[in-house]
């Protein structure tokens, strides 16, 4: 039975899809492992969390210092000696160090890959091959590897031989995605006028999400491919090629009509009304995609009659970019008069009691991440509930992004310091025992 006030196909997804239950249920990849050789790269991290939330079993190889990412954190907060972003992205995985750049550490790896399904690794190219371990060698060892290299500009082409890194403000500018992302310059202005107006990069590791995200859903392909056929294979991922693909029309335009897709600060060159607007108390998203909204908009804040709402024919008109300078500051001016909350009540009214009704323009409130993290829907779905970990205590991770109602993606900890596992896992696949470990470990071996 549904509880009260609760429809019955939402109970039927609670009742599935409630991450509480997550741990009694299977993993989609328990069978599945996976090497993640990757270094400097959130990418990699990114891709092997993914794997590893749906159970595979991924053992994190580091150097013996550890991955420079660990160092990697807003204003050097440190968290139990580990910085925040790394933190985000150790979860589920068996961390273990081993030295690539010496042979023995080399020979250590050819027995762990002829156990795993996958490895994953980030190495500029031709690194691997001068290793001896690149796929033309590692599937002699297993036939059945997959292995998945992300890496800035790709395997080959003009650029696979650059020594330029694969980081995230490099792939958000060669992507050409951030060239059109940020304040478009005044008329008869210049960078000394207005320093804000160039092209801004995204908030977040974005380019290396993206990269990761694409090598995530590759690997799951190689892996079907394989169990049809039984063969493995190699992945190439550039991750600022991966970035491109989101940026919309941009090259079809171009391709079709020589046109260069400009930045037009908060306002969108596709459609109006769409953008940000400032409020009392914040900002709102507004959403218009519809002549029927941007009338229902202009209603809803008591302008119908004097911006002649009743007369406009075609949402086209309004789309071009003089037009939307004309009317963003009018709309501003209006969304400056009230809350976030009150415009979002404002919305949901119209839709009920509007002239247009059920139509209505879209109006979501600008969340700060602490807003985010106290939003009952997201709590409820449990995205951002706290997760107990052995070593880090109490954190707040995303999780459960997923909802499954067979094999649910689950948190079993949240990260691990350097080296953490090695005991376990060379005993479990190379059958090395404590005095070995200590060897390699005396050689900078582990």
Same mark, same amino acid.
């Given at each position: 039975?549904?509880?009260?006030?609760?429809?019955?196909?939402?109970?039927?997804?609670?009742?599935?899809?409630?991450?509480?239950?997550?741990?009694?249920?299977?993993?989609?990849?328990?069978?599945?492992?996976?090497?993640?050789?990757?270094?400097?790269?959130?990418?990699?991290?990114?891709?092997?969390?993914?794997?590893?939330?749906?159970?595979?079993?991924?053992?994190?190889?580091?150097?013996?210092?550890?991955?420079?990412?660990?160092?990697?954190?807003?204003?050097?907060?440190?968290?139990?000696?580990?910085?925040?972003?790394?933190?985000?992205?150790?979860?589920?995985?068996?961390?273990?160090?081993?030295?690539?750049?010496?042979?023995?550490?080399?020979?250590?790896?050819?027995?762990?890959?002829?156990?795993?399904?996958?490895?994953?690794?980030?190495?500029?190219?031709?690194?691997?091959?001068?290793?001896?371990?690149?796929?033309?060698?590692?599937?002699?060892?297993?036939?059945?590897?997959?292995?998945?290299?992300?890496?800035?500009?790709?395997?080959?082409?003009?650029?696979?031989?650059?020594?330029?890194?694969?980081?995230?403000?490099?792939?958000?500018?060669?992507?050409?995605?951030?060239?059109?992302?940020?304040?478009?310059?005044?008329?008869?202005?210049?960078?000394?006028?207005?320093?804000?107006?160039?092209?801004?990069?995204?908030?977040?590791?974005?380019?290396?999400?993206?990269?990761?995200?694409?090598?995530?859903?590759?690997?799951?392909?190689?892996?079907?491919?394989?169990?049809?056929?039984?063969?493995?294979?190699?992945?190439?991922?550039?991750?600022?090629?991966?970035?491109?693909?989101? +940026?919309? #029309?941009? =090259?079809?335009?171009? !391709?079709?009509?020589? @046109?260069? *897709? $400009? %930045?037009?600060?908060? &306002?969108?060159? /596709?459609?109006?009304?769409?953008?940000?607007?400032?409020?009392?108390?914040?900002?709102?998203?507004?959403?218009?995609?519809?002549?029927?909204?941007?009338?229902?908009?202009?209603?809803?804040?008591?302008?119908? +009659?004097? #911006?002649? =709402?009743?007369?406009? !024919?075609?949402?086209? @008109?309004? *789309? $071009? %970019?003089?037009?939307? &300078?004309?009317? /963003?500051?009018?709309?501003?001016?209006?969304?400056?008069?009230?809350?976030?909350?009150?415009?979002?009540?404002?919305?949901?009214?119209?839709?009920?009691?509007?002239?247009?009704?059920?139509?209505?323009?879209?109006?979501?409130?600008?969340?700060?991440?602490?807003?985010?993290?106290?939003?009952?829907?997201?709590?409820?779905?449990?995205?951002?509930?706290?997760?107990?970990?052995?070593?880090?205590?109490?954190?707040?991770?995303?999780?459960?992004?997923?909802?499954?109602?067979?094999?649910?993606?689950?948190?079993?900890?949240?990260?691990?310091?350097?080296?953490?596992?090695?005991?376990?896992?060379?005993?479990?696949?190379?059958?090395?025992?404590?005095?070995?470990?200590?060897?390699?470990?005396?050689?900078?071996?582990?």
């Amino acid at each position: 039975m549904a509880e009260m006030g609760e429809p019955a196909w939402e109970h039927w997804a609670r009742e599935r899809n409630d991450p509480k239950a997550a741990r009694l249920k299977a993993e989609a990849l328990d069978d599945v492992t996976v090497l993640d050789l990757s270094y400097k790269s959130y990418a990699g991290c990114y891709c092997s969390s993914m794997l590893a939330e749906f159970g595979a079993e991924v053992l994190r190889v580091e150097p013996p210092g550890g991955d420079f990412l660990r160092t990697c954190t807003p204003y050097g907060v440190l968290h139990h000696g580990e910085g925040l972003n790394y933190l985000t992205e150790g979860r589920n995985k068996f961390h273990i160090t081993l030295n690539l750049e010496k042979p023995e550490g080399r020979e250590i790896l050819k027995g762990l890959v002829s156990q795993a399904d996958v490895l994953i690794e980030t190495y500029r190219p031709g690194v691997m091959h001068d290793w001896g371990l690149g796929y033309e060698h590692l599937c002699e060892i297993n036939p059945r590897l997959i292995l998945a290299s992300i890496t800035a500009f790709g395997q080959f082409g003009p650029m696979s031989r650059s020594r330029m890194p694969d980081y995230d403000n490099i792939i958000q500018a060669r992507s050409g995605a951030q060239y059109d992302t940020g304040e478009m310059m005044p008329e008869g202005m210049s960078y000394d006028d207005c320093p804000w107006a160039i092209p801004t990069k995204a908030g977040p590791w974005i380019g290396w999400v993206q990269a990761g995200t694409f090598m995530a859903v590759g690997i799951l392909a190689a892996l079907h491919w394989r169990a049809l056929t039984g063969e493995g294979q190699a992945l190439d991922v550039a991750s600022a090629e991966a970035y491109a693909s989101t +940026e919309d #029309w941009a =090259a079809t335009w171009y !391709q079709g009509a020589g @046109v260069i *897709s $400009e %930045r037009f600060g908060n &306002l969108n060159t /596709a459609c109006w009304l769409y953008c940000f607007a400032p409020t009392k108390d914040g900002a709102v998203f507004l959403g218009g995609l519809r002549l029927e909204m941007w009338q229902a908009f202009a209603d809803m804040v008591g302008k119908w +009659e004097e #911006w002649g =709402a009743a007369s406009w !024919q075609d949402l086209a @008109v309004f *789309s $071009e %970019r003089e037009e939307q &300078l004309k009317w /963003a500051p009018l709309v501003f001016a209006e969304t400056r008069k009230y809350t976030n909350e009150e415009l979002v009540a404002m919305s949901v009214d119209y839709a009920r009691n509007g002239r247009l009704a059920p139509i209505t323009p879209v109006v979501a409130p600008v969340c700060s991440p602490e807003e985010a993290m106290h939003d009952a829907n997201w709590l409820d779905r449990g995205v951002f509930a706290p997760f107990h970990d052995p070593v880090y205590g109490e954190l707040v991770v995303a999780q459960a992004q997923y909802k499954m109602t067979e094999t649910p993606i689950r948190t079993k900890w949240v990260c691990r310091p350097v080296g953490y596992d090695n005991e376990h896992i060379y005993l479990k696949y190379m059958s090395l025992g404590p005095r070995r470990l200590e060897a390699l470990r005396e050689a900078g071996v582990i």
